[in-house]
């Protein structure tokens, strides 16, 4: 055949394969939708982090204090070589007229504010307002909303009152971590009556430098300041893909199942589509097309629907994420300009290339055992999908070949070889388990029931495509459960309600002086209210066992933020009561010379600390050293007052301090703070309820989408469940139809099938399950730090629907011979 | 002399067996065959149900090769050559007649008919086969699905798409086998006309009587052998 006939015979074909193209499409569609987001998504949001990076931190680099001033000489110094804004930033309340009040963080910023990027605000002008006008604030949306505030109303920041002139809608500089709470702008001029240096205000010192050229440097006077830190535009970049990077190996986790899921659907729907051409690619063969004819065909055919599928595929997430673009990366400040990039396409193209190479061209091999000579006798040989060993080692070189390619195109190169480690390790068992089950079946013998006899001999001869069903469906089915269980664990977490002991607030800040007014207070708003008051200190680890605790710990360590920063630590004469004491003793009240810690266990055992090791401290200029008592079991999620460093009091009472205090009330809707915060205004507060519906509401939003995109690879799966199990269905219609012919009733039929699934299937659902919650409890426990729990409802809903679509799909692809026409089988022999 | 003859066959079959090899057991389906048959030759095989007439037009079709012996078809030892040529010149020079029509499925009459000559690159396959599809009286019936088409419609589709490409050869087998006695008739008559007309040589199994008679020669099969 030459090139145009053939490719007029190639055309014609496709046409007629229309409707049977479209359904394999979707699947292949849909996966690599998924697939392709995910790629467009880590090119692009990496790129514009690195590009954003320089605004999110407001400047080229920043230095940054805690608790006091940069030396004004050395400030001098720097603005020689540099545009420098100051930022102080500090956490304090402030309060409507109406009595409402709320927690904010508020930015104290000069003239200069802001160097690089811009700070939307709303009406326009009001910046500039808020830098020549004295006691004027800009104040967020939720604040103006919740507080219930319009422009020109008074608020008052302690006991200033401030003039609201605008709303905040986005600031440029928010330091690599999208802001939770809420905030606001005050200017310098406006800072000088408020008092931020308690523990409480959180108080941080920024100066965000812009070099006045390229190659100015730091003066070599910053290393006489100890405790300043620098900041470069990729630490910030750092911090936030790291947050972001978790969530993309989860989509792309998600993606390699929906690729690999809708590459065995592929195989399926060829296979069955060659089961159903047997006789039509006989008759091809006796006119004198050869089998590499007409598996160029359907390779050619394949090929296009895959190419096709991938652009398609491609196009359409640059168009969806541009849309998820304006309503849901809002909040991370990023813009992601997506285009059309030949270098991403090509990706999509190579794996859609690949899943044809590792799923399709092993099944149309198998036109090569379609004889010609089946015309003569007339009767189907059935197909068995039997590989060769040349095939079985093509499929390995290129399952390697995906899995290494997507390892190393994934931000999590091992994490990934793991996933796809046990995605291997459960294929062979299901694999084995088939075997088995075959095996098992050659041994029942001498059964009377025509059901039991003919299902079982069903389950013998069809036994190679009852392994890929198998295998399929056990994939899938673990798969679809673990990604259940999963999501019914995380929704637990995030729904679980306040320990019933927790506190309703924490406030902080409180001086020795305050301590008896602020007892009172709180007696006023409730006589029977549960407070705690502990004395707190602020101090930063400077050795441990003489060595820079940057030596002994790696920033990747989950406890890493122990050593990182300040940590606040109190004291208590007794152990407290929530955290039970683990390893070491207590200690004894007459020592009152050496300084001595309690440490929390897990941070201990991440640092390979001992009882007896020491460790150093700079706490308020001083070093001190101290020498490590016990272990506590320190249970952060309890909610109620828990220190990492616990001093002895002994000691640790001679040190200036401050105090915190947990207060729990009767009833915590009728609270009025607007008393007490009018005689303390300097201190702070954090309502739990509102801490933890801001963090939940944000979870919230990550879950939603992660069971939306778990849903659609779940739906995937079904699809091609269904179309496996149809393959059976559609081998069967000529044996089906003979048992019609004998006399088999429509409902004798039906039970036959449904009989003959339930035991292929039923081992499955089980193994499967039993897999999905043993991966699942090792994962979550591992890798959510969240105490596994199990739901039988989640599975339940999982094999009732899965059950559904098994009838619903038996039944469809069945219709043909359970309703059959005689008229057709006279017709056509 | 002898080349000259030679020159006249189409097929000779030499000393062939052909075994199947069932459980261990060797059956022996066909057993010492040797004929000659010349070019625009008309041969009916006949014989008894499990004779072995399916086996030897396998054979000589190509798609089975005997366990001894040798076919030569136009000289050339179809038990020797490769699979590709072998399947080369069946879709030159042999056109395949089956009991079961077998047309392709979701291809009309006129589709099915040029598909041949597509394959073969004939030009002006369209025109060719409205020609042979109105000489067989099926003209009307052209833009139809086999699904649509009687049983002796689509036989007589089944001869068009067979003689469409102007084959050396048509091996036929039981062509009338599913047809009522009109309809045998007619495609009796098709065929044998068609082999006339074009001067290709026909080798039909049959049962027959009539369709025997048309024929220039018989050869009788009894238990895989030939019965004189
Ligand atoms: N694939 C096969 N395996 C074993 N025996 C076969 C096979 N095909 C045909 N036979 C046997 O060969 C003999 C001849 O068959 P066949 O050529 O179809 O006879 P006919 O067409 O004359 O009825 C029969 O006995 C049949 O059982
Ligand atoms: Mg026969």
């Known amino acids: 055949m030459n090139f145009p006939k053939y490719f007029q015979f190639f055309i014609k074909e496709l046409n007629k394969n229309r409707s049977k193209i479209t359904k394999v499409f979707f699947t292949i569609f849909v996966s690599l939708l998924i697939f392709s987001s995910v790629v467009i998504l880590e090119n692009n949001i990496e790129g514009e982090i690195k590009n954003n990076s320089r605004v999110l931190l407001g400047g080229d680099l920043e230095l940054s204090t805690k608790n006091e001033a940069l030396d004004l000489n050395f400030l001098n110094e720097l603005k020689e070589n540099f545009l420098i804004t100051e930022v102080i930033e500090f956490s304090s309340i402030i309060r409507a007229e109406n009595e409402k009040n709320k927690a904010t963080r508020i930015k104290v910023i000069d003239n200069f504010y802001p160097l690089v990027g811009r700070a939307i605000v709303e009406p326009p002008g009001s910046l500039k307002t808020l830098k020549t006008k004295p006691n004027t604030i800009l104040i967020d949306k939720t604040s103006q909303k919740n507080l219930g505030l319009k422009l020109g109303e008074i608020i008052k920041l302690q006991n200033t009152p401030f003039e609201v002139i605008g709303v905040i809608k986005s600031l440029p500089d928010i330091g690599g971590f999208f802001v939770f709470g809420d905030q606001a702008l005050i200017h310098k001029s406006s800072f000088r009556d408020l008092k931020i240096n308690n523990l409480g205000s959180f108080v941080g010192f920024k100066y965000k430098l812009v070099k006045a050229d390229n190659n100015k440097k730091l003066p070599s006077s910053i290393s006489k300041y100890k405790n300043l830190e620098i900041k470069y535009p990729e630490d910030v970049s750092q911090n936030l893909k790291k947050a972001i990077e978790n969530f993309i190996y989860f989509l792309s986790i998600i993606s390699a199942s929906a690729i690999i899921i809708s590459g065995i659907g592929l195989k399926n729907a060829l296979f069955s589509f060659l089961s159903n051409n047997q006789l039509k690619i006989a008759i091809l063969k006796s006119l004198g097309l050869s089998s590499q004819n007409i598996k160029a065909l359907y390779y050619s055919q394949t090929l296009l629907v895959l190419i096709f599928c991938s652009l398609c595929a491609y196009i359409s997430s640059l168009v969806l994420i541009s849309f998820i673009d304006q309503s849901l990366l809002n909040f991370l400040k990023i813009e992601l300009k997506v285009k059309f990039r030949i270098y991403e396409y090509l990706i999509i193209q190579f794996f859609s290339i690949l899943i044809f190479f590792m799923f399709s061209k092993p099944v149309l091999d198998v036109i090569d055992q379609i004889k010609v000579a089946d015309l003569f006798r007339n009767f189907d040989t059935h197909l068995n999908l039997n590989y060769s060993r040349r095939s079985i080692l093509e499929i390995s070189t290129l399952v390697l070949i995906f899995i290494f390619s997507f390892c190393i195109l994934n931000v999590k190169p091992q994490q990934t070889a793991i996933f796809f480690l046990f995605f291997i390790v459960i294929s062979f068992f299901y694999f084995f388990l088939s075997k088995f089950y075959i095996v098992i079946l050659n041994k029942i013998k001498n059964v009377k029931n025509i059901f039991f006899k003919i299902g079982i001999k069903n389950l013998r001869v069809y036994s190679s495509l009852n392994s890929t069903i198998i295998m399929t469906m056990g994939v899938g089915m673990t798969v679809l459960f673990f990604l259940g269980i999963l999501s019914s664990n995380i929704n637990k977490e995030l729904n679980s309600s306040i320990p019933e002991n927790a506190p309703h607030y924490f406030f902080l800040g409180i001086q020795k002086n305050e301590i008896n007014l602020f007892s009172q207070q709180i007696r006023q708003i409730d006589f029977q209210a549960k407070q705690i008051i502990v004395p707190m200190i602020s101090a930063r680890i400077e050795t441990i066992n003489n060595k820079k605790p940057k030596e002994i710990i790696d920033e990747k360590n989950k406890s890493f933020w122990f050593i990182n920063g300040e940590r606040r630590i109190s004291w208590s004469k007794e152990p407290p009561s929530n955290n039970p004491l683990v390893k070491g003793n207590w200690w004894n009240s007459d020592q009152s010379n050496t300084l001595e810690l309690s440490l929390d266990h897990k941070v201990a055992n991440d640092l390979k600390l001992e009882i007896g090791d020491s460790i150093t401290f700079n706490i308020y200029g001083n070093s001190v050293s101290g020498i490590i008592k016990n272990f506590r079991k320190v249970d952060y999620r309890d909610l109620n007052i828990n220190f990492a460093i616990l001093f002895n009091p002994e000691y640790a009472s001679k040190i200036p301090h401050e105090f915190m205090s947990t207060v729990k009330f009767k009833n915590d809707d009728a609270v009025n703070l607007g008393n007490l915060l009018k005689k303390l205004p300097a201190i702070n507060y954090i309502k739990l309820s509102d801490y933890i519906k801001k963090t939940k509401n944000f979870l919230n939003k990550l879950l939603i989408v992660s069971i939306l995109i778990s849903g659609l690879v779940i739906l995937i799966g079904f699809i091609v469940i269904s179309n496996a199990v149809s393959v059976i269905g559609n081998l069967k219609v000529y044996q089906n139809l003979v048992l019609r012919i004998l006399g088999f009733e429509k409902s004798n039929i039906m039970k036959l099938i449904i009989f003959e699934s339930l035991i292929l299937f039923l081992p499955v659902i089980i193994s499967s399950l039993l897999i999905s919650i043993t991966f699942s409890y090792f994962f979550i426990s591992s890798f959510f730090n969240i105490d596994w729990y199990f739901n039988f409802s989640v599975p339940l809903i999982i094999s009732i629907f899965f059950l559904f679509v098994l009838v619903v799909t038996l039944l469809l692809s069945n219709r043909k011979y359970i309703n059959f026409n005689a008229y057709s089988l006279l017709k056509n022999g | ?228």
């Open chain 2, 1 to 228: 002399m002898n080349k000259r003859l030679e020159m006249k066959n189409l097929y000779k079959l030499d000393n062939i067996h052909l075994n199947y090899h069932v459980n261990g057991n060797d059956i022996k389906v066909l057993k010492n065959i040797n004929f000659v048959i010349n070019k625009n030759e008309r041969v009916a095989i006949i014989g008894e149900s499990g004779s072995g007439k399916t086996s030897l037009l396998m054979l000589m079709s190509g798609l089975e090769k005997p366990t001894t012996g040798s076919i030569f078809f136009n000289n050339e030892n179809l038990s020797k050559i490769s699979e590709e040529k072998v399947t080369q010149i069946r879709r030159k020079k042999i056109g395949l007649i089956f009991q079961q029509f077998y047309l392709l499925p979701n291809y009309t009459s006129l589709e099915n008919v040029m598909f041949p000559m597509q394959i073969n690159n004939i030009k002006n396959e369209k025109k060719k086969a409205n020609l042979i599809l109105s000489d067989i009286g099926l003209a009307h019936r052209k833009n139809n699905l086999p699904s649509e088409l009687s049983g002796g419609e689509q036989q007589r589709v089944a001869i068009a798409r067979a003689i469409s490409f102007n084959p050396e050869v048509i091996l036929a087998d039981e062509p009338t086998g599913n047809l009522d006695e009109k309809n045998t008739e007619l495609v009796s008559d098709l065929l044998i006309n068609y082999s006339f007309k074009k001067k290709i040589s026909l080798i039909l199994v049959t049962h027959n009587m009539g369709l025997v008679k048309k024929c220039d020669r018989v050869i009788k099969l009894f238990d895989g052998s030939i019965k004189v």
